[in-house]
């Protein structure tokens, strides 16, 4: 007789057990940060998170999401509240990025459902514009605040007796010029000359540079649709009534705009002070 096979439960592999749970300057280590490139990581997540709930906030507020797919573009109407979902999810998985670095010890240095979560947000701002080019559902709904609300936008009235003189020429020109000319200057800086630290100071003053224009074009566009501080612009005025929760909505997100731009200059002042030479020279060797 044939020899009858033995049934019975296959010996499994076993499990690769996890690591020791990492610490904060190993979990740095292991993905190539030096502690001031992992400070400046966690506030570049923290604005992000920030950035996705304030336009959630402002959308909900004027019932329009200001966006920018290679122009401005702003959704109402159902790209709208979808685009609002997409939020929604960004600010969901970068809370769950930031409690996985801040919270107790861990064993994987990569949440291995953080890719569906930022990806579920892509792909909804995809359907969000795709509706849009559609014309799918577009009525302009007032938001929970009304299309002229002006208290979504007390940081830009409370800024505006310091900004509103940016937008003046010869300070608006001169803040484009420098600008542009830090940029330019920056980057024959570092490529031809290979001083990281001063294509650092010179990004910072182009940066803000950068940020006085925004937060001066938000002043002077919160104070010419309101006759605020004795500036009468027939052209924004216009604007800002022909489409106010558009315009209320465009005029919230130059301003934040130019508080990542005023963030981002600090951050590189600080890197000439704080990042280690090693980084230095691997910036150049990249250059």
Known sequence: MARQRRRGRKHLAPRKKSGPPL?????????????FQWT????????????????????????????????????????ALVWLVADGFWAWALVCTL????????????????????GSGFCLAAVSVGLAVAGAWQPMWRGLAGAGASWPLWPVQVALPVCLPL??????????????GALVVSVVVLKWLGLARLFLLLVAVSLAAFAAWVWGEACV?????????GVALPAIQA??????????????A??????????AAASAVAGIFHLPRVALEAMRQRA
Do not use: K, M
């Open 221 to 229: 566009r919160f104070a010419g649709a309101r006759g605020l501080a």
């Open 254 to 263: 130059l301003w934040w705009i130019g508080v990542l731009l005023w963030l």
């Open 23 to 35: 610490q904060d300057e190993d979990f740095a280590a292991l993905i190539g940060l030096n502690p």
């Open 99 to 118: 409690r996985r670095r801040w919270g107790p010890p861990r064993d994987l240095p990569v949440d291995p459902r953080s890719a569906w979560r930022y």
């Open 167 to 180: 937008a003046q020429e010869p300070l608006a020109g001169t803040a484009i010029a420098v600008a542009f």
């Open 239 to 252: 604007e800002a009534l022909a489409a106010p929760a558009d315009f209320n909505a465009w005029v919230w």
């Open 40 to 79: 400046v990581q966690q506030l570049a997540l923290v604005l992000a998170c920030a950035s996705v709930v304030l336009h959630a906030f402002i959308t909900l507020c004027y019932g329009v999401a200001p966006v920018f797919v290679g122009a401005p573009v702003s959704l109402v109407g159902l790209p």
